[in-house]
């Protein structure tokens, strides 16, 4: 019997293109740099610590197999392997970096928007408010608004990456922003 | 029937979303335009959104700086292994040849097949003499028992049963 079954063949051939069209964890990490990178940054860890991170997602996404995955699923798994590690360190070293007088000097040197100093001193004071409130947040609250209102993620989409519905992170959006704008109106500055 | 500021404040970070729909919408906007507290809590949700941004970017600054050295699997063969393994085949050849030629040849070690045929007639002989003793009690065929015990002796010189039946031959 010389004839080959065509269900066979036919698997065959599906074989062939999942194989062709296997994803590559690297390159789309490589291509996702950026929004990996916020990550980190919005979860107010310092630029060596983003650097001992980052290493580590990219050598698990050159372990990582990207067999039947899609490039969505692929960029997915990236983020939560990024939020996770950035979880770990963020729980040992709960800090940011930066004063807020260190920023707004260095937005001046790009940015014009800031003209008298009075408005300096201002900003000054409410970036400093929201950096300690950011500090002090709990990390339940703050990866889902570093992820949503950072990255630009949606709340589904936030959701399926620390496991919870589109629901749980809208309400945990509303939580977290509430206690921002409170800590502003708090603390008497006039919005 | 109205809503309070209590409920309307509960919806104003969606309504900053834009996440609800366009009734509820309208009705935190009509809210809006007659409540100064509501319109500052909606303010400070934006100025403190804004500011937080503020914070992330300049952090972000700062990991953009850093360069991220990216391990990759490399598909080309291990030139250099396969040189060293080559390279060690060839002085185990050359060092076992010059040992060969400084000490001469050595005994030749058995074989596996030369092992298994020794046992296999070391088996065979035992068998074989086992069957001679029953019949050697029999007077009748002592004459046959001899030839057996003779035929052991030749056909297996090397085992330990042949050295039984010589002893055995009268």
New interface residues.
Partial sequence: MNEINPDFSAEMDQVASERSSETNF?DI??AE?GPL??I???M?????D??DI??DV??RA?KQPGRGRTREQCFRWLIKVTVNRCLTEFRRRKR???KASE?LK??SETKADLTTSEQNVIAAE??EI??E??REMDETLLTP??LR??CSLGSREVGEILAMGPSAV?GR??KA??I??????ERGV?? | MQKSCEDI??M???Y??R?LSAGESSEVAAHLTRCEDCR??L???????E????????????????R??????TTAPHWSKYAAIAAGILLVVAISGIWRALVGPTEKEPTFAEIERRITESYSAARLLAAVDLLAEYPDAENIADRQYRYIVETYPQTPAAAEAKLRIK
Avoid at chain 1, 44 to 48: K, V, W
């Fill in positions: 690297v990490f490589l740099l990178r916020k980190v940054a919005g107010g860890l310092s630029a060596s983003a650097e980052l290493q990219s050598i050159l940011f970096r930066r920023i260095r937005r409410e970036l929201v950096r409130c950011l608004m570093v209102y950072f809208r959006l509303r922003r509430m921002l704008a409170k800590r502003l109106i006039e919005p | 404040s509960k104003l970070v969606d900053a979303d996440q500052s809590i303010m400070a949700l934006q100025r403190s959104l500011l937080a941004g503020v914070i992330w970017e300049d952090g972000l600054v700062e990991t953009e700086a850093i991220i050295p990216i391990p990759r699997k």
